[in-house]
């Protein structure tokens, strides 16, 4: 069996993989158009609307990432009690995935709108409101995760910096992930895909997976060549004290720093750029389906960097199919991706 047949058996198996998604849980609104005109009141594009679109975004979007990669989950986050609440659990029941771990809180559901015409963003606004949230919707959350962490084979984290990825439910969720593992003897990978701010947090984590951006602010590193990169993932490796930092480099494809203090450079399989709108969320989800699935590091991150190659080629919040992802492998076996 060649290395192509091998990553594509390792596809399949995400069909027995169930993964837990904790964090912030957004609705990206899309509002279509044209523009024929400015206005008059000001030098600003007029958008005669056509359509408008509701898609799952934030730590929603990792969700429907696996189960278009042909795993299974569940997400726990907090959404308001408000008509785009309402929304969003509706469109994940379509998955279908459960939605228990959805907690209906205080403040309204985060959404992101975002005006586009002839193809082109023209604006994006932000509904949303930050920080920790109330100890109820908190105790809601770590009792969802208390009853149903044990049934996961992977846990995301998936911090968009809107208060859900608190400390409180960090504390908690390592302390459940500990004792699951003692009593059953089976891993359980935890995946994150963070912000820079309170890196410590995510203590334990089996990966980290930030851009080069991110990694640079996590490190206090100027980041321009491989060792600059290496220094900066050694430096987020033993802070946490994890087993291995993923860092995504856009077109410079991914980098992956294990315990061997080798850094492995993956380089990009995107054939064009149009949106990365949302590839994070497929990185983090291949991710964690191939770890669940048996995959070694390597494996799950070249895995995520196909993913990631497929996902920058779509318009919006996308995601991608298990076929989609075989298909990639099978392209590079056959010179494509030469």
């Known amino acids: 069996m060649n290395r192509t047949e091998f990553l594509q058996q390792a596809v399949r198996r995400f069909a027995e993989a169930r993964v837990l998604v904790v964090g912030d849980v957004i609705v990206d609104q899309f509002i279509w158009g044209t523009v024929n005109r400015i206005s ?21 979007n990792v969700l429907k990432n696996i189960y278009s990669l042909g795993g299974q989950g569940a997400l726990c ?72 962490l044990h049934e ?66 996590m490190s206090g590193m100027e980041i321009r060549n491989e060792q600059q990169l290496l220094a900066a993932s050694r430096f987020i490796r033993d802070e946490i004290d994890c087993e291995a930092v993923l860092v995504t480099r856009g077109e410079a494809g991914m980098a992956l720093l294990q315990a061997d203090d080798h850094l492995v450079t993956i380089p990009t399989r995107a054939k064009e750029v149009f949106d990365v709108t949302g590839a994070g969320d497929t990185v983090v989800a291949t991710l964690a389906l191939g770890l669940a699935s048996g995959c070694s590091m390597l494996d799950a991150a070249e895995l995520a960097n196909h993913a990631a190659g497929i996902v920058v080629g779509k318009i919006g919040t996308a995601s991608v199919r298990a076929e989609e992802l075989c298909g990639s492998l099978q392209y590079e076996l056959m010179g494509g991706g030469r």
Do not use: C, W
């Open 40 to 60: 008059p009141e000001a030098p600003v594009p007029v958008v005669d609307v056509a359509r408008e679109e509701l898609l799952l975004g934030g730590s929603a």
């Open 77 to 148: 986050g907090v959404i308001g009690a408000d008509l785009m609440g309402d929304k969003l659990v509706e469109l994940v029941s379509t998955l279908p995935a459960p939605v228990a771990g959805l907690v209906r809180g205080e403040r309204p559901t985060t959404v992101k709108s975002r005006v586009v015409a002839q193809g082109q963003q023209v604006v994006r606004f932000d509904r949303e409101e930050r920080g920790i949230p109330s100890k109820k919707t908190l105790d809601a959350m770590i009792a969802y995760l208390e009853g149903h």
């Open 152 to 217: 996961f084979g992977a846990v995301i984290v998936s911090d968009y910096s809107k208060g859900v990825v608190n400390e409180p439910l960090m504390i908690r969720l390592h302390h459940l992930r500990r004792a699951i593992v003692q009593k059953t003897g089976r891993g359980l990978p935890l995946i994150v895909d963070p912000k820079p701010v309170n890196l410590h947090r995510f203590v334990g984590a089996t990966v980290i997976t930030p851009n080069n951006h991110e990694a640079s602010l």
